[in-house]
């Protein structure tokens, strides 16, 4: 009996040992489901530009994102919104983010960070290229916001007198310039204030057509084609990128330079470009989202300005108009189109 209950005693142990391996690999898979089944956490993205026009800024937020150890699809998920350079797509599109309960909101632009602070109340906001959130009222200070509203400033209105100059400086006989601005923009009539305040002072005619939506685009260049100008700069604005190729078209048939901000349009054919490294900004704004998703508060986090610029110079478009940039203007330049 004795060596009977012995041998039932090893074959038992066996079969548990047995048994309890066979569990492991089940229960380490319970436990991997469990990791993945986490909740991802959600970061909105309302953007008033399009999405052709301006996926490398999305792009660029995902690499500052994962710099700091956060990759779309393993911890973190973003729920996109573009109004398509249509500001009254914003509120309903900021409405459907707000149903979706992000814990922050990347919003482009003064513009959209406006609507998503009033459209998503109880969430951080946090601006990933704009104008200046103390001017809109959506912070206290930029040290200070105070708020729930913080970000990166991409400081146009600061800059922005360098479109007109080297536009001057490359075209020095130049006495009748047109503008084309977008009413709809913060920093249109700032701007155009400035710039006012230089042609007068340069005894120079300056031509300013407003526009609302891409629609009016052609309608004010006929004008200012009109006018006579001999050179064109274009204030910032939420579809010029988008409708950059129209534009160029137009203004190289008029054989009129063109002098703006965002090097996409000297990409497409206008003469020069100058500003704040918008992709650089996008990058930075993902320090932000990252401090707040870690209980940092935005009333906390101090708005930074732009430590990057870029200027371009397309040398093929002065060739086709004939016009030889000056090295004054060249030796400026961190990138050329030949």
């Not at 814990?103 to 003064?110: H, K, L, R």
């Not at 009748?176 to 305040?197: C, H, I, M, N, W």
Request: glycine residues 8%; aromatic residues 6%.
């Amino acid at each position: 009996m004795t060596g009977k209950n012995n041998n039932f005693d090893r074959t038992e142990v066996r079969r548990r040992i047995v048994v309890a391996g066979a569990a492991i690999p089940a229960l380490a898979w319970m436990g991997a489901a469990h990791a993945q089944a986490k909740p991802l956490v959600l970061v909105g993205w309302l953007n008033n530009t399009s999405r052709k026009a301006n996926a490398h800024y999305l792009r660029a937020f995902k690499e500052g994102m994962a710099t700091l150890g956060w990759n779309e699809g393993v911890n973190y998920a973003i729920e996109e919104r573009w109004a398509e350079s249509v500001s009254e797509r914003l509120q309903p599109l900021a409405l459907e983010l707000a149903a979706k309960n992000p814990a922050v909101v990347v919003a482009a632009t003064v513009v959209a960070t406006t609507v998503a602070s009033k459209l998503i109340p109880h969430t951080p906001i946090v601006q990933g290229d704009g104008g200046s959130l103390v001017t809109a009222g959506l912070a206290a200070s930029l040290a200070r916001p105070g708020g729930l509203v913080t970000g990166v400033t991409n400081m146009v209105v600061e800059f922005g007198g360098k479109f007109l100059e080297i536009l001057l400086e490359t075209i020095p006989s130049a006495r009748r310039v047109g503008f084309l601005a977008d009413v709809g923009t913060q920093t249109a009539e700032p701007l155009a204030k400035l710039y006012r305040s230089v042609l007068d002072q340069r005894r120079i005619q300056g031509f300013f057509a407003k526009i609302d939506k891409p629609d009016d685009i052609e309608p004010a260049l006929a004008q200012l084609a009109k006018d006579r100008i001999q050179g064109l700069v274009l204030l910032p604005a939420r579809f010029f990128v988008a409708e950059r190729e129209r534009i160029v078209k137009i203004a190289m048939a008029n054989r009129w330079p063109v002098s703006c901000g965002p090097h996409e349009i000297a990409e497409a054919g206008a003469l020069m470009s100058y500003g704040a490294d918008r992709a650089a900004l996008y990058r930075r704004s993902a320090y932000y989202v990252d401090r707040i998703l870690k209980g940092a508060k935005p009333s906390d986090l101090p708005i930074e300005q732009p430590t990057k610029f870029e200027m371009l110079v397309n040398l093929k478009t002065a060739k086709a108009l004939g016009i030889t940039v000056p090295q004054s203007v060249m030796v400026r330049a961190t990138r050329v189109i030949e």
